[in-house]
C-alpha cells in the first residue's frame, strides 16, 4: 500500500519532487517535469529569467510563471485560487497516510484516497463553472486521476473500520478532551459577541487567535447571538474547533457569495472548514445569494470527523456542500431548492428537518446531489430518521414544482433514504435524471422503510442503479456504525447518534 501511494505523492505533490538539487539549465528543469513544453517557453520567457540553483528557487520561479500565465482575468483567479488550496489539501491527505507516527486503518486511506480523487474533480470542475479553458491546467490530464482509482480499487473490501475504540473514545482523543467534550456546556477558550463583550468582535479574529495557539487540543470558540456577516474559513492546520453558538435562531453567520457572482461553488460558501475535527453547535449557516444567482453555499465541509448539531443551513441552490472525509449531522435543519444537500463526503444526517424553499419558475427541486465518480470510493449521502418536508414559501405553491429526493451529479452517485418521513411534496418516481440516461445503471440510490405520503414506492423510477432496499443487512451498510465507522469517533463529540438502524 505504501508503495503505490508514495508513487500517488510524488506525482500529486509537484512535478518537482525528483529534481536533483545540482541542476542549473532551465532545459535540465524542465526535462525533468511532465510537461517540459510550457514549462521551458514560460521560464524562458520570464521578465526575472535566471537560472535556478535549487529546487526550491525553481519551484517559486515556476509558480510565478502560473500565476503570470494563467491568471489574466477575475475567473482565471478564482479557479486557480481553489486548485491551489485542493491540490495542497490532497498533499497533506497522501502525506497523512504514508506518515510512520500516523496509525491510519485501511478504512483511512480509502477515506484520504476518496478525498484526494475528489479534490481533483473539484479543481477541474470550478474551470467548467466559470467558463475558463481546462486546457489552462495541463496537470489535469495527467495521470494521478487514475493512479489514485487504481488505488483505491486495489483497497476496497476494507471500507468498515473495526470498532478499535477505549471508553468509546478513538485513540486520539486525549483525556482532556474526553472531559470538555463530555460536558454539557464547554467552557469557552475565546468569546466572540459584537457589542464588544467578548475577546473578540469577529469570528475571523477569534480563529486568528486560535491559529497562533501552541498544539492541537480542542479549542472552543463562543460566539455570542448575533447576524455575523463574514465569510470564514478554517484551514487544515486549525484542527479540532468548535464553534458554539446560542442557538440556531440566535447565531447566524451569513454571506451571499454565488458562482452568479463570480465565486466557483467551492469559494461561494459563507463558512468553509477543512481543518480536522471541527465541530459546531447551535448556529445557523446561510447564504442569501437567492435563487437567481445559482449555486450559492451556506456551508462546505471538507473536514474529517466533523459534528454538527442543533445547527441550520439556509439557502437555494447548494445549500450544504459536503466535500469529503466523514461528517455526521444530528437534529439540524436544511433550507434549499436545487441539490440543496450535495457533495461527495461520507455523510450521515440523522434526525435532521429538510425543507425545501419555493424555486425558480420552471426549476425541479432535488433534495440531493452526490458526487462520487469511481465505484471504490467509501462516500455517499445517508438521510437517516429525517424529515422532507415543504417550507413555508412553497407550500403555497407545491403543485407548481416537482421535488425529488436526489439526482446523480457524477457516474457513481449514491444516496439512501432510511426511516425518514417524506411529505406529500415527493414526486411519485422519487428520483430525477441528471442528463437523460448518464449514470441510471451505475448509481446506488435506495430507500429503505420510509413513511409519510410521499414514501410509496410503488411508482418509482425503474432505473437499474435504483432500489428498494427490504434487508435488513443491506440498510446497516449505511449506519452510522458501518458507514462513517461513527462508534469509533462520535462519542468523543458527546453529541448523541444512533448507531444502527
Known amino acids: ?46 521578465p526575472r529569467h535566471y537560472f535556478p540553483k535549487q529546487k526550491s528557487d525553481f519551484r517559486k520561479l515556476s509558480s510565478q510563471q502560473v500565476a503570470r500565465s494563467k491568471c489574466r482575468n477575475e475567473k482565471e483567479k478564482a479557479v486557480w485560487a481553489d486548485c491551489l488550496k485542493l491540490y495542497e489539501d490532497t498533499i497533506a491527505q497522501l502525506n497523512h497516510t504514508l506518515d510512520t507516527k500516523t496509525k491510519c486503518t485501511e478504512f483511512d486511506q480509502q477515506t484520504w484516497l476518496s478525498t484526494a480523487l475528489t479534490n481533483l474533480e473539484t479543481c477541474r470542475a470550478g474551470f467548467a463553472e466559470l467558463g475558463v479553458s481546462v486546457s489552462q491546467l495541463p496537470i489535469m490530464s495527467n495521470n494521478v486521476s487514475k493512479l489514485i482509482c487504481n488505488t483505491l480499487a486495489m483497497n476496497n473490501g476494507s471500507s468498515v473500520l473495526p470498532q478499535t475504540y477505549k471508553d468509546g473514545f478513538p485513540t486520539w482523543v486525549k483525556a482532556g478532551d474526553r472531559k470538555l467534550l463530555q460536558s454539557s456546556s464547554p467552557r469557552a477558550n475565546l468569546v466572540v459577541a459584537q457589542d464588544g463583550s467578548g475577546n473578540h468582535r469577529t469570528i475571523k479574529a477569534a480563529l486568528d487567535a486560535a491559529a497562533k495557539r501552541s498544539g492541537t487540543a480542542r479549542f472552543v470558540i463562543h460566539i455570542k447571538r448575533g447576524v455575523y456577516r463574514e465569510n470564514v474559513e478554517i484551514p487544515s492546520k486549525l484542527k479540532n474547533i468548535m464553534l458554539v453558538g446560542d442557538g440556531l435562531r440566535n447565531t447566524i453567520i451569513t454571506g451571499s457569495r454565488s458562482v452568479g457572482g463570480g465565486s466557483t461553488t467551492f469559494n461561494s460558501a459563507t463558512v468553509a472548514v477543512t481543518g480536522e475535527g471541527f465541530i459546531a453547535r447551535g448556529i445557523t449557516f446561510r447564504n442569501t445569494a437567492g435563487p437567481q444567482n445559482h449555486q450559492a453555499v451556506a456551508l462546505r465541509s471538507s473536514s474529517d470527523f466533523s459534528v454538527f448539531y442543533l445547527c441550520g443551513f439556509e439557502g437555494y441552490q447548494d445549500t450544504l456542500y459536503v466535500h469529503s472525509q466523514r461528517q455526521f449531522y444530528k437534529e439540524c435543519y436544511i433550507y434549499g431548492t436545487v441539490d440543496f444537500i450535495f457533495g461527495n463526503a461520507a455523510a ?4 435532521c428537518m429538510i425543507y425545501a424553499r419555493r424555486p425558480m419558475a420552471k426549476q ?7 458526487g462520487r465518480t469511481d465505484p471504490n470510493q467509501n462516500t455517499g449521502i445517508i438521510i437517516h430518521n429525517s424529515r422532507v418536508m415543504a417550507a413555508s414559501d412553497l407550500t403555497p405553491v407545491q403543485n407548481s414544482f ?13 444516496a439512501v433514504f432510511m426511516k425518514t418521513y417524506l411529505g406529500s411534496l415527493v414526486d411519485p418516481a422519487g428520483w430525477l435524471e441528471w442528463d437523460g440516461s448518464f449514470a441510471l445503471n451505475t448509481l446506488y440510490y435506495g430507500e429503505y422503510r420510509n413513511i409519510g405520503p410521499g414514501a410509496s414506492t410503488s411508482r418509482r423510477v425503474k432505473w437499474r442503479g435504483y432500489r428498494v432496499i427490504t434487508s435488513e443487512t443491506e440498510a446497516s451498510r449505511f449506519t452510522v456504525t458501518n458507514f462513517i465507522a461513527g462508534r469509533s469517533w462520535l462519542p468523543a463529540t458527546s453529541v448523541p447518534f444512533t448507531s444502527g438502524l
Open 1 to 46: 500500500m505504501a508503495i503505490n501511494l508514495g508513487c500517488l505523492l510524488v506525482l500529486a505533490v509537484s512535478a518537482f519532487s525528483l529534481f536533483s538539487p545540482t541542476l542549473a539549465s532551465i532545459d535540465e528543469w524542465c526535462n525533468k517535469t511532465p510537461y517540459p513544453e510550457p514549462c521551458n517557453y514560460f521560464m524562458k520567457r520570464s
Open 348 to 351: 450521515v444526517l440523522q434526525n
Open 364 to 370: 425541479k427541486i432535488a433534495v440531493t446531489a452526490q
Open 402 to 414: 416537482k421535488t425529488y429526493l436526489g439526482r446523480p451529479w457524477k457516474q457513481y452517485s449514491r
